[in-house]
């Protein structure tokens, strides 16, 4: 029998995790399954057991799981333990191994696929919330020159910027007036909504990333107000969402695969 692994969320039917993880699979000559995984929004754990007994070998989180997931652990993964939200689970007996591949995928879309050096750059994340905190650590390990959180309610951004030991600053949108980034990350869920993270004009430095993590056909609302501020480069989270899929397939089963190509597909068909 293949080995059974899942993307459980809800919504989940729109994932392409599936297809990314059969690519992967064919690539490397692994036998395994991956199916789509609908949780009812108060039964993540029920959901989750029941995929174990039915030999499962794990899983990846997404919305509105991650929290929960962390807690449901029993071993953690540094990236995990920093993030506080897990996006990967591996069932090994009674041990739930857990990771957090966001932040890796994203670092690895930006610098091997975009070409984007983030060391001794100035970087702008938008917003506090799950998306966000996965990102954090991996994105300070590349040792920008100056990293700054900005979110609708500024609590919110300085309890998360003080969780990693004050090593980026926090506050409002209104705040960033003056202020020029290199990369400018969106991880506020505004874009699902058709919406725009209230930033002010002239955000951008010359030569600027704008990085959405959403995807979908067309540019959001971010990518269209950072073409118009004249960003040099944009980018949505498909590479993102293909490189992290990359890292729990190394996580489960020791293999990295090549994700080039199945990037390639996948925009091919994302533009169709």
């Given at each position: 029998?293949?080995?059974?692994?899942?993307?459980?969320?809800?919504?989940?039917?729109?994932?392409?995790?599936?297809?990314?993880?059969?690519?992967?699979?064919?690539?490397?000559?692994?036998?395994?399954?991956?199916?789509?995984?609908?949780?009812?929004?108060?039964?993540?754990?029920?959901?989750?057991?029941?995929?174990?007994?039915?030999?499962?070998?794990?899983l990846n989180v997404t919305l509105p799981f991650k929290g929960e997931a962390f807690r449901y652990a029993t071993r953690l993964s540094e990236r995990a333990r920093a993030a506080q939200?897990?996006?990967?689970?591996?069932?090994?007996?009674?041990?739930?191994?857990?990771?957090?591949?966001?932040?890796?995928?994203?670092?690895?879309?930006?610098?091997?696929?975009?070409?984007?050096?983030?060391?001794?750059?100035?970087?702008?994340?938008?917003?506090?919330?799950?998306?966000?905190?996965?990102?954090?650590?991996?994105?300070?390990?590349?040792?920008?020159?100056?990293?700054?959180?900005?979110?609708?309610?500024?609590?919110?951004?300085?309890?998360?910027?003080?969780?990693?030991?004050?090593?980026?600053?926090?506050?409002?949108?209104?705040?960033?007036?003056?202020?020029?980034?290199?990369?400018?990350?969106?991880?506020?869920?505004?874009?699902?909504?058709?919406?725009?993270?209230?930033?002010?004009?002239?955000?951008?430095?010359?030569?600027?990333?704008?990085?959405?993590?959403?995807?979908?056909?067309?540019?959001?609302?971010?990518?269209?107000?950072?073409?118009?501020?004249?960003?040099?480069?944009?980018?949505?989270?498909?590479g993102m969402l293909v490189e992290q899929a990359a890292e729990s397939f190394f996580f489960w089963r020791g293999l990295r695969p090549d994700t080039a190509p199945v990037l390639q597909r996948l925009r091919q068909t994302n533009d169709a």
């Amino acid at each position: 029998m293949p080995d059974l692994y899942a993307v459980i969320g809800n919504p989940v039917a729109h994932s392409k995790s599936p297809l990314i993880h059969a690519a992967f699979a064919r690539q490397t000559g692994q036998d395994l399954v991956y199916e789509r995984l609908l949780a009812p929004k108060d039964a993540f754990v029920a959901t989750a057991n029941a995929f174990r007994a039915r030999g499962g070998r794990g899983l990846n989180v997404t919305l509105p799981f991650k929290g929960e997931a962390f807690r449901y652990a029993t071993r953690l993964s540094e990236r995990a333990r920093a993030a506080q939200a897990v996006n990967a689970l591996k069932f090994e007996g009674e041990v739930i191994f857990a990771d957090n591949t966001d932040g890796a995928g994203l670092v690895n879309d930006l610098v091997r696929n975009l070409g984007c050096v983030i060391s001794g750059r100035r970087i702008l994340l938008l917003g506090a919330g799950g998306a966000a905190r996965g990102v954090i650590e991996p994105l300070l390990q590349q040792q920008p020159a100056q990293f700054v959180l900005a979110n609708r309610t500024p609590d919110r951004a300085q309890r998360l910027a003080q969780s990693f030991a004050g090593r980026l600053e926090a506050g409002t949108y209104a705040a960033l007036a003056g202020g020029r980034f290199d990369l400018v990350v969106n991880a506020t869920s505004a874009s699902l909504a058709g919406e725009l993270p209230p930033l002010p004009p002239g955000v951008f430095a010359p030569g600027a990333l704008a990085y959405d993590m959403m995807y979908g056909k067309g540019e959001t609302p971010f990518l269209a107000f950072a073409r118009g501020e004249g960003a040099a480069l944009l980018a949505d989270g498909l590479g993102m969402l293909v490189e992290q899929a990359a890292e729990s397939f190394f996580f489960w089963r020791g293999l990295r695969p090549d994700t080039a190509p199945v990037l390639q597909r996948l925009r091919q068909t994302n533009d169709a």
